[in-house]
């Protein structure tokens, strides 16, 4: 079998690290068709011909690479690529020391593959992946089944769901999910604050560790911190949707591209008690058509405003400009406050400075990973010059901080540095706070540490704290403080989703995956 044995013996190595799964009979089966011998060389020639496109094609079924039918879906998106951004993904597709340990592995197995019969050694290796599986089935059966998704409240013997099964857990999550609404109500008149809420692309918790940023001076600006915040999508477009219908409970992936319960959308639930609203992107809008989506399925129709004044300060990986981030929103604040009296206002601001392939002038690296620190740390100084503007002009605003996704700097060991297909807890846990902008307080009292919640989060729980503040003004001598309001959050267990991959994590703290139609798998990463 020359080097065919070395390829089951890798993929082995490899499903036992965690790099890639195993169909153990799929394999077995192209196993036994390259073991008859053949004397005839153009049949000898003939089987090896079709066995390689046959390999190969399995390896990719094995691995967790997104499923051909998804990389198909995102033919459109991966031709707005620069040619510049596809060879920076390509350098981060070689790993020279992988590389190297590769063609040591080679040369010795040409060494010993005389001396040592190594079909022997693939077909044991081939079939302990069923016999290994088969012995930890117990145990990853009640890591999986314990409850996976059980912090969402009812028992399972409640509800009469199969512990056992994540797709029954899930459907329940998901069902428990549907129920859930929170409205905005005031007390009676004009509502009492202005809202910004400032949507960060490529910002997660794991990211601002790996830069040595997770202390960033900005957060300890805000008076609520969420520390276990899932934004539930690894992609701009969903999250966009996840966050304007954060009104509702959390929908499967493709619900929202469907019909939405109009009492999901945030903004125009805004408007009902009084809100002016408007959206504000620091670039075009064109890429997958994020502009026509928010517009469209958001709740924002009508409502983007002009950002071309504001100065260039980078490129995007599709060539287009990116405007600066404290001049855009600086400028719409002097137009804001130029306004005397009339309703007040929620914002809806989109940044894409942090995102993967972006290009900035002047900086001697290329590689959108070398440049993303720099890019973090100006982004925060941002955002912090402005909340020092809102404070000097003295007007009560809401400042809500959300995270669309993680950029996946450090990647994992199946997915490389910048790739998103897995929304697993380094993309989708992000830094989300709340910043109440014009709160009177004593001229000697320090600044105030801010209030960590550490619960499990998302959307919901964020909108039912603004809905809170909004029918009990926070900033009234008689309001009850932050800590009161959060002392029973609003809780949501982590499911992130893209379009094919679904990640949960269980009871005991674990996650699991499941690709398409796929089983559930234990994610480690």
């Not at 428990?176 to 918790?205: M, N, Y």
């Amino acid at each position: 079998m020359s080097y065919w044995n070395l390829y089951f013996l890798v993929k082995v190595g490899l499903s036992f690290t965690g790099y890639i799964g195993f169909n153990w009979w799929l394999n077995l089966l192209l196993w036994l068709a390259l073991q008859p011998p053949i004397a005839h060389r153009l049949l000898r020639r003939a089987r090896a011909v079709l066995a390689w496109p046959v390999a190969i094609a399995l390896l990719y079924h094995d691995s967790y690479l997104p499923t051909p039918a998804r990389v198909v879906s995102q033919f459109k998106a991966l031709a707005g690529f620069s040619a510049d951004y596809w060879l920076e993904l390509a350098q981060r597709l070689v790993n020279p020391a992988a590389l190297a340990l590769a063609m040591a592995g080679l040369v010795l197995y040409a060494a010993l593959a005389r001396r040592i019969r190594f079909a022997t050694f693939a077909l044991v290796g081939i079939l302990s992946v069923p016999l290994v599986a088969a012995i930890q089935e117990h145990g990853v059966q009640e890591g999986i089944g314990g409850g996976a998704l059980a912090s969402q409240g009812d028992g399972p013997e409640e509800a009469g769901i199969n512990t056992s099964d994540p797709d029954a857990l899930l459907q329940k999550f998901y069902a428990s999910e549907s129920q859930k609404r929170t409205q905005f109500t005031t007390a009676g008149g004009t509502p009492p604050f202005d809202i910004i809420l400032l949507h960060v692309c490529s910002l997660a918790w794991d990211d601002m560790e790996f830069v040595g940023q997770r202390d960033n001076p900005l957060l300890k600006r805000f008076d609520v911190l969420f520390t276990n915040f899932n934004s539930a999508a690894s992609y701009s477009g969903p999250a966009s949707l996840r966050v304007l219908h954060g009104s509702c409970g959390q929908t499967p992936h493709k619900k929202l591209y469907e019909g939405i319960d109009p009492q999901c959308y945030v903004f125009p639930n805004l408007e009902k008690v009084g809100y002016q609203t408007a959206a504000l992107l620091n670039h075009d809008g064109v890429y997958e058509e994020f502009a026509h989506a928010l517009e469209q399925r958001g709740g924002l129709a009508g409502k983007l405003q002009p950002n071309q004044s504001a100065p260039v300060h980078m490129q995007n990986f599709d060539g287009s400009p990116i405007y600066n981030d404290h001049a855009l929103l600086s400028q719409w604040w002097k137009k804001r406050s130029a306004q005397s009296g009339g309703a007040p206002v929620a914002l809806y601001y989109n940044t894409i400075s942090l995102h993967d392939g972006n290009r900035v002038p002047g900086m001697s690296s290329r590689s959108s990973l070398d440049t993303y620190k720099p890019r973090l740390v100006q982004l925060m100084a941002d955002f912090d010059k402005f909340i020092t503007e809102l404070e000097t002009a003295g007007r009560p605003v809401v400042v809500v901080l959300v995270p669309e996704h993680g950029a996946s700097l450090r990647g994992d060991k199946i997915q490389i540095s910048g790739m998103r297909e897995i929304p697993g807890p380094r993309i989708t846990l992000v830094p989300a706070a709340v910043k109440l902008v014009g709160m009177k307080k004593a001229p000697e009292a320090p600044p105030a540490a801010p209030l960590v919640v550490n619960q499990p989060m998302s959307y919901l729980g964020l909108f039912t704290l603004l809905g809170d503040m909004l029918a009990d003004n926070p900033y009234a001598a008689t309001a009850r403080p932050l800590a009161e309001r959060l002392q029973a959050p609003e809780t949501t267990p982590f499911v992130s989703e893209n379009a094919d991959v679904i990640v949960v994590r269980n009871a005991a703290g674990k996650y699991l995956m499941k690709s398409g139609n796929g089983e559930w798998i234990p994610y480690t990463y």
